[in-house]
């Protein structure tokens, strides 16, 4: 504990006298002792189950690379192969030599290491190799590993001025001509500048008391981090982005994105850091002004590249731990950066001053609801406004501190907004906010409290559900009387900026899914590809043998993407919907279907076709709200095989397209008065309608095809 918790001179200072005994295992214990810590600073990638669904949803492959060339795979092959000599350790400063075996074009090598390290963290690194990159070599990986696995044979010695302490003056005169003399050429000149400093009693080094050691440990003014070059992160980063858009800078940058989030699952504070270094060079990006100056947008491949820094962004402020120091300083950089000229919107539009009807989030108390104006949100907006977001709510600290969480017996006024009527928690809050808590949460290494709050916002989102279809039954009447419904999601939860749906399945399926036990070893090559192999895991605290986590995430996902929500503006906007679309349906299909899945399919099948307004598969559907074909086509394979007769009613029902119906019915209020119209022609501007066309297509065509058997 104090080995991992206190720098060395807090201790010296703490106590008159430590025996040296204890100072050894204050030394001893010191060192990183977690072999996945040197694997996260010395390759690109683990990659998470997301991140390969989202690759393979895409056409892609998770970047990858040959493990012989991967530093961490590297170093084990050196270190079993026998490569590591001569490793000592003095203080908190290990050094040591390892050998690069010869090839037929290169000779045999061998470099001198040397890693500084602090409260289990490695704080500095040097080789002889020359190594210009973010991580660590493979020697640093080889000498880390061995100090690891072979602890105990490496020379262990106290810090170099313990040693000094303890020589005569004949003594300490014979070890400095002895290195002077081992190392004359190179320390010669410095020993003289040294010895013309002390003998002169004016000098600065006599007015300082003490003298440095660099095998000390650290001070107590030290920050307490890992090691990372932050030049060459800088420099990575600015050669990916000068690269345009070709395909392997864009998965460069998804594995620095992907490496960030790993830090902040490690709780690791360089995760904030190296994220700063990636904003810094994107901002500076040259295309940023060129694209505002011709008002065009930038590439796809580059638009998620922001979507994606935007949310890592709202990950790092929801840290549940962070300190308010912290949370201001980073409101003060992201305000910066977002009052810049060149930053991104959010959207993905420059120079579109219409209004935005997809924005559901109240900016400001004095704000015209009727305005034409817009506000400006960029990609950092939803960060900002994160920052404003606390975790100090009784209700919400009780939710994810404990699976049996339960409303009491006797309700207080006010208390029965907080549960259901099974006394499960409800967390009442603006869905995808809620579903960023969740992220934040598993993000920055919290699982067990990030399915706890996705537990309760599920609950939360059945009992609206509920209350919808009641509503629905009491103006079932009116509605198909009159033919036409207002659009009662004006922010769509598939194609959100925060991705909340796509957010809760990961947190739940995380829950079920069987890991390989190797997964450290080969945490480099692509095993990740393997399709991922899922078990039903039962809900804590749950009473219903029929639910599980796995139950709850496929659920969750039907309600979101049967969720009737009008279609976004803007090309990138609209095809941004399309593509989470498909992203969730390609990890659906990796659910086998057994009973107790198929028996969630076809209980929210029959809610959303009953849900009238609020569902896209409802009797009733406003003309503009997005198209269900892609989603039935899924729930159409799925069902066809358990119930044909709902399966066809479901596909039959999504095959409409109001958009393009010639005129809108006499009654049409599809725009409230709280909406302001954006479509000044008869047809609004949807720019996937080909693809919405298209996929209509494959839709009537799975039916045709099952039909005839």
């Given at each position: 504990?104090?080995?991992?918790?206190?720098?060395?001179?807090?201790?010296?200072?703490?106590?008159?006298?430590?025996?040296?005994?204890?100072?050894?295992?204050?030394?001893?214990?010191?060192?990183?002792?977690?072999?996945?810590?040197?694997?996260?600073?010395?390759?690109?990638?683990?990659?998470?189950?997301?991140?390969?669904?989202?690759?393979?949803?895409?056409?892609?492959?998770?970047?990858?690379?040959?493990?012989?060339?991967?530093?961490?795979?590297?170093?084990?092959?050196?270190?079993?192969?026998?490569?590591?000599?001569?490793?000592?350790?003095?203080?908190?400063?290990?050094?040591?030599?390892?050998?690069?075996?010869?090839?037929?074009?290169?000779?045999?090598?061998?470099?001198?290491?040397?890693?500084?390290?602090?409260?289990?963290?490695?704080?500095?690194?040097?080789?002889?190799?020359?190594?210009?990159?973010?991580?660590?070599?493979?020697?640093?990986?080889?000498?880390?590993?061995?100090?690891?696995?072979?602890?105990?044979?490496?020379?262990?010695?106290?810090?170099?001025?313990?040693?000094?302490?303890?020589?005569?003056?004949?003594?300490?005169?014979?070890?400095?001509?002895?290195?002077?003399?081992?190392?004359?050429?190179?320390?010669?000149?410095?020993?003289?500048?040294?010895?013309?400093?002390?003998?002169?009693?004016?000098?600065?080094?006599?007015?300082?008391?003490?003298?440095?050691?660099?095998?000390?440990?650290?001070?107590?003014?030290?920050?307490?981090?890992?090691?990372?070059?932050?030049?060459?992160?800088?420099?990575?980063?600015?050669?990916?982005?000068?690269?345009?858009?070709?395909?392997?800078?864009?998965?460069?940058?998804?594995?620095?994105?992907?490496?960030?989030?790993?830090?902040?699952?490690?709780?690791?504070?360089?995760?904030?850091?190296?994220?700063?270094?990636?904003?810094?060079?994107?901002?500076?990006?040259?295309?940023?002004?060129?694209?505002?100056?011709?008002?065009?947008?930038?590439?796809?491949?580059?638009?998620?590249?922001?979507?994606?820094?935007?949310?890592?962004?709202?990950?790092?402020?929801?840290?549940?731990?962070?300190k308010p120091d912290e949370k201001v300083s980073w409101l003060r950089q992201l305000k910066k950066w977002s009052d810049m000229d060149v930053c991104p919107l959010e959207d993905g539009n420059y120079g579109n001053e219409l209004p935005n009807i997809t924005n559901a989030l109240p900016q400001s108390s004095n704000q015209n609801p009727d305005s034409l104006a817009r506000p400006r949100r960029t990609v950092f907006?939803?960060?900002?406004?994160?920052?404003?977001?606390?975790?100090?709510?009784?209700?919400?600290?009780?939710?994810?501190?404990?699976?049996?969480?339960?409303?009491?017996?006797?309700?207080?006024?006010?208390?029965?907004?907080?549960?259901?009527?099974?006394?499960?928690?409800?967390?009442?809050?603006?869905?995808?906010?809620?579903?960023?808590?969740?992220?934040?949460?598993r993000s920055h290494g919290y699982p067990k409290e990030a399915l706890r709050l996705a537990v309760a916002i599920i609950n939360t989102l059945r009992l609206q559900q509920q209350r919808q279809l009641e509503i629905y039954k009491h103006q079932k009447k009116e509605l198909l009387h009159r033919g036409v419904t207002t659009i009662t999601n004006l922010e769509g939860w598939v194609g959100h900026p925060l991705d909340?749906?796509?957010?809760?399945?990961?947190?739940?399926?995380?829950?079920?899914?069987?890991?390989?036990?190797?997964?450290?070893?080969?945490?480099?090559?692509?095993?990740?590809?393997?399709?991922?192999?899922?078990?039903?895991?039962?809900?804590?605290?749950?009473?219903?043998?029929?639910?599980?986590?796995?139950?709850?995430?496929?659920?969750?996902?039907?309600?979101?993407?049967?969720?009737?929500?009008?279609?976004?503006?803007?090309?990138?906007?609209?095809?941004?919907?399309?593509?989470?679309?498909?992203?969730?349906?390609?990890?659906?299909?990796?659910?086998?279907?057994?009973?107790?899945?198929?028996?969630?399919?076809?209980?929210?099948?029959?809610?959303?076709?009953?849900?009238?307004?609020?569902?896209?598969?409802?009797?009733?559907?406003?003309?503009?709200?997005?198209?269900?074909?892609?989603?039935?086509?899924?729930?159409?394979?799925?069902?066809?095989?358990?119930?044909?007769?709902?399966?066809?009613?479901?596909?039959?029902?999504?095959?409409?397209?109001?958009?393009?119906?010639?005129?809108?019915?006499?009654?049409?209020?599809?725009?409230?008065?709280?909406?302001?119209?954006?479509?000044?022609?008869?047809?609004?501007?949807?720019?996937?309608?080909?693809?919405?066309?298209?996929?209509?297509?494959?839709?009537?065509?799975?039916?045709?095809?099952?039909?005839?058997?």
């Amino acid at each position: 504990m104090v080995a991992e918790k206190w720098p060395f001179q807090q201790v010296e200072e703490r106590f008159s006298r430590i025996p040296e005994p204890v100072q050894r295992r204050i030394v001893y214990w010191s060192f990183p002792r977690n072999e996945r810590e040197i694997c996260m600073y010395s390759s690109f990638n683990y990659y998470s189950p997301e991140e390969t669904a989202a690759a393979a949803a895409g056409g892609a492959t998770v970047p990858g690379d040959d493990d012989n060339r991967l530093p961490f795979r590297r170093g084990i092959k050196l270190l079993e192969s026998g490569y590591v000599e001569n490793v000592l350790q003095v203080g908190f400063h290990l050094s040591g030599t390892v050998t690069e075996p010869g090839t037929q074009s290169e000779p045999e090598m061998i470099y001198r290491v040397a890693i500084s390290f602090d409260r289990c963290k490695i704080t500095s690194v040097t080789c002889g190799c020359g190594n210009k990159d973010i991580f660590y070599c493979a020697h640093v990986v080889a000498l880390s590993l061995y100090r690891i696995r072979k602890a105990e044979q490496v020379k262990l010695r106290l810090p170099i001025s313990e040693t000094l302490f303890q020589m005569n003056r004949d003594q300490l005169q014979k070890f400095i001509q002895y290195l002077i003399t081992a190392h004359h050429t190179e320390v010669l000149p410095t020993a003289q500048k040294l010895a013309d400093e002390i003998l002169s009693s004016n000098s600065e080094i006599n007015q300082v008391h003490g003298a440095p050691d660099p095998t000390a440990g650290a001070s107590i003014d030290d920050e307490n981090c890992w090691h990372l070059d932050e030049e060459q992160v800088r420099e990575q980063v600015k050669q990916f982005l000068s690269q345009g858009g070709y395909y392997g800078s864009g998965k460069q940058l998804n594995s620095m994105f992907a490496k960030v989030r790993e830090m902040l699952k490690m709780r690791d504070s360089n995760g904030a850091r190296m994220l700063t270094l990636i904003t810094e060079q994107f901002m500076a990006d040259p295309r940023l002004s060129l694209w505002r100056q011709q008002g065009t947008g930038m590439t796809d491949k580059c638009r998620q590249l922001w979507d994606e820094l935007g949310a890592l962004w709202v990950c790092i402020v929801l840290n549940p731990h962070c300190k308010p120091d912290e949370k201001v300083s980073w409101l003060r950089q992201l305000k910066k950066w977002s009052d810049m000229d060149v930053c991104p919107l959010e959207d993905g539009n420059y120079g579109n001053e219409l209004p935005n009807i997809t924005n559901a989030l109240p900016q400001s108390s004095n704000q015209n609801p009727d305005s034409l104006a817009r506000p400006r949100r960029t990609v950092f907006t939803r960060a900002m406004e994160a920052c404003d977001l606390h975790w100090q709510d009784s209700h919400l600290q009780r939710i994810i501190s404990s699976d049996f969480y339960a409303s009491p017996s006797y309700q207080r006024e006010g208390e029965s907004l907080l549960f259901n009527s099974h006394g499960q928690p409800l967390w009442l809050e603006h869905v995808p906010t809620a579903c960023a808590r969740v992220d934040a949460l598993r993000s920055h290494g919290y699982p067990k409290e990030a399915l706890r709050l996705a537990v309760a916002i599920i609950n939360t989102l059945r009992l609206q559900q509920q209350r919808q279809l009641e509503i629905y039954k009491h103006q079932k009447k009116e509605l198909l009387h009159r033919g036409v419904t207002t659009i009662t999601n004006l922010e769509g939860w598939v194609g959100h900026p925060l991705d909340p749906i796509g957010c809760l399945f990961i947190t739940l399926t995380e829950a079920c899914r069987l890991e390989d036990e190797n997964c450290l070893d080969t945490a480099d090559s692509n095993s990740d590809l393997k399709p991922a192999i899922y078990q039903h895991v039962a809900v804590s605290g749950c009473l219903d043998s029929n639910e599980s986590y796995l139950t709850l995430a496929m659920e969750v996902a039907l309600m979101g993407m049967g969720q009737q929500r009008v279609m976004p503006e803007g090309l990138y906007a609209q095809d941004k919907v399309c593509r989470n679309e498909e992203q969730i349906i390609f990890k659906l299909q990796e659910l086998e279907l057994d009973e107790m899945l198929v028996q969630v399919l076809r209980k929210q099948s029959i809610i959303l076709l009953e849900g009238g307004p609020f569902s896209g598969l409802g009797e009733v559907i406003h003309r503009e709200s997005v198209p269900m074909h892609t989603f039935a086509k899924y729930l159409f394979s799925a069902l066809l095989l358990h119930d044909a007769d709902l399966a066809y009613k479901l596909a039959l029902r999504a095959m409409r397209l109001p958009v393009l119906e010639s005129t809108a019915h006499a009654g049409d209020v599809s725009h409230p008065h709280h909406i302001v119209s954006v479509v000044p022609s008869r047809y609004p501007r949807w720019f996937t309608l080909g693809h919405l066309e298209s996929q209509q297509c494959e839709l009537a065509s799975t039916m045709l095809t099952a039909a005839k058997g």
